[in-house]
């Protein structure tokens, strides 16, 4: 499932399949990835989303489909295509025996970088992400947060124009993983395209300008987060807040345009029609006696969206399901 | 085919080499012992024994060796000629073997341990292509076996007509048959093993694997060094150079059949079940 854009395609994915063994990997994956914008990978653990980074550079060929990275065939032209992405892997995979300089320098030279280009791009990008200090000592000593800034900064020396991130902020602390976040906005800013996998939603949350929902080797949804929403979650919600009331919450269910009420522990999530039933809502509570301390109306977050989604894929029997989540 | 990237990823690689105590330390200390150590010491045992009867009965073995390997033999006295002996014939092609089973070590390392380092995904999502990241790592590997011998190699040369010399009436060694032994045999054979080690290296599941079965590999090069210490190998310098030939054709052959071995995918261990 995947929907129509109007943006040009970065990254082009066609009923991809890809096994390893007996085991499916991938399972008829559609995606596109719009130029110049942040594609989001969203999914659990074993949803694909790494098997798909690696059918995008041309690492790893898929057993059937076609992929179109940069407007080609990664099978046919994997050295320009490679050429023109920057990769961070889950795990870093920097060479802990050599120095934060000297694993900078051999992408740099694997990329075609020499002398004075080189040097000026390690030390922009070495800046850019906060690693200058420490790229004399050896990586091995490097904090998880230190191996990740620099697996940023080698993804970007050679100045591609497509950048996979698989896991980004994987182990790092949520102050480090904001500033990483910030760093990849900063790089769709400057025209480049981003593909990130995540399985935290939080992350995805205002970041994705697109987001494919995998689960299975498979695409369940695609979109930008606001289309999404009104596909998926065409109501609005309202948070309330109460204080102790002989229980008021069931007379609400019978308002026209309430439609759900989920207790919670402050009070209730309901989902209305529209916000506009807001004032219905509250004259009734008052009338129950309830005391009322907050009344939130606010869209779905990304994480409701998206355990939303999964529940209609499950419903519609298109996600093989193979991991529960609980909310 | 860039071989800019080819020298790159060889360079990188020699580099964590240089920078792994626990793989250069062993390695010195091996050679050392096999190249200066025990020459010298037996060595300089038997010039001061004189003429003694072990002495005595080592030269009489001497003539056990093929015909053509005992007119080779310098010398006047016992002590001189089983000198001149025991330097050509059994420490040069003992000591040869150890840095070349370092060297297929090293081989047998390179591409599996890319992939347990977690390394491999940078290097299957590089530009660079299998052919190039297989002879980059085929470099890497050579390099080291091939000079840290040649070193040990000038080392022991040195020593021997240092302390041999004098009794067998000056400089000897290397013989005529070493230069072509070491220039033109033994770098066929290291390419012939290393080609076959990185094949494995690019195939099996650990390191340790790797090294396993890259000890089969060492094999011929043990049967040379047995060849050249009894004298077999002390043939014409035409068949030393046919011997040499016929490794190149199959080091360069095992090697262009090496390049298409290496796999992204394994690189990534996701290949095979890998």
Redesign the interface.
Known sequence: MTSNLPLPAAVSLRDVGKS??DTPALRGLDLIAPAGKITVLLGPNGAGKTTAV?VM?????PDQGSVRTLGHDPERHG??I??A?G?V?A????????SGT?NLE??A????LTGSTMSTSIAMAAGRFGIDHALDSQVGGYSTGMKTRLALARSVLHDPQLL?FDEPTSGLDPESAQAVLVLIREMTDEGRTVVMCTHHLVEAEGLADHIVVLEDGTDLVAGDPASLVREYWPDDLVDLSIISTPSPLADLSFLSGVRNVQPTEEGAQIVVDDHSVIPDIVEALVKAGARIRRVTPREPTLEELYFAVRRTARDLGEGRMSVEVSR | MNWQRTFTIARTDLRQLVLARDFWLPMTILGSIFFVIVPTFLLLGISSLGDVGAVQQISETLSLLPERAQEQIRGDTPQGRTSYALAVYLFAPMAVVVPLTISTAVGAATLVGERERGTGEFLAHSPASTREIYLGKLLASLAPGYVTTMVGFGAYSLIVNLIVGPEVGGWFFPTAQWWLLMLWVLPGFLLVGLSLVLRMSGKVRSTAAAQQASGLITLPLIAIAYAQASGALYGSANTTIMIGAATWVIGLYSTARGMGSVKRQRLLGVADGV
Do not use: I, Q
């Not at chain 1, 550079?57 to 060929?61: C, D, K, R, S, V």
């Not at chain 1, 795990?91 to 050599?98: E, F, G, N, V």
């Not at chain 1, 030279?109 to 075609?112: A, E, F, I």
């Open positions: 390893f063994g690696r550079t041309g690492a790893m060929a050295e320009s490679r050429s992405c990769v892997s795990k870093p995979a920097l060479y802990d025996r050599l000297d051999y992408s030279r694997l990329h075609g996979l």
